[in-house]
């Protein structure tokens, strides 16, 4: 399964108030003065989740980015993608080159990949720039190899598949 976050810093269609990731001391609609709220980080709070594969992409790098969606479809597990997509409407075309600007491509090596501590080191280390790329990718067992080790364990020692009949009883006095 592949999840893709397209993130604007902002609720655009609710005409512009303030999101879980709108940047601290931003004005909105919501919050006229600034935001006083820390920002959450997709890409923390992916990593504490334990997803497998987690990339960044931004909508000014369009090749780029179906790079990092083509890679995150094609990953055994669970994906994310945060794809970073400035809202011109309410920040202005200024923004958008604002985090053209900040943008970071990082290549880490295939060790890196699988370091949590690397992967969250990284997100620290860059404050004011964006990282994209393959951020944090890991192989582990998928919930399909799993559920089919769970199943081949339940039948070992069986010729057959237990019956219906034989199920029921199993939890039936």
């Not at 400035?86 to 053209?100: A, H, I, N, Q, S």
């Not at 720039?129 to 364990?153: C, F, H, M, Q, W």
């Amino acid at each position: 399964m592949t999840y893709i976050m397209m993130d604007n810093f902002i609720y655009g269609l609710t005409k512009g108030q303030v999101s879980p990731t709108t940047p601290k001391g931003e004005a909105t609609v919501s919050t006229p003065f600034e935001s006083i709220d820390t920002p959450l980080d997709p890409v923390k709070l992916a990593l504490s989740f334990d997803v497998s594969f987690i990339a960044r992409a931004f909508a000014g790098d369009l090749k780029h980015m179906a790079e990092m969606v083509k890679q995150a479809i094609s990953h055994e597990g669970f994906a994310f993608v945060h794809a970073v997509s400035p809202c011109p409407t309410f920040r202005g075309l200024d923004e958008f080159k604002r985090v053209r600007n900040a943008v970071n491509y990082v290549e880490p090596s295939e060790k890196d990949l699988i370091s949590k501590a690397t992967a969250f080191s990284r997100e620290e280390n860059f404050a004011g720039r964006i990282n994209l790329g393959v951020l944090y990718k890991a192989r582990r067992p998928t919930y399909r190899e799993e559920s089919d080790r769970l199943v081949k364990a339940a039948l070992a020692g069986r010729k057959t598949p237990p019956s219906m009949q034989e199920l029921l009883q199993e939890f039936m006095p």
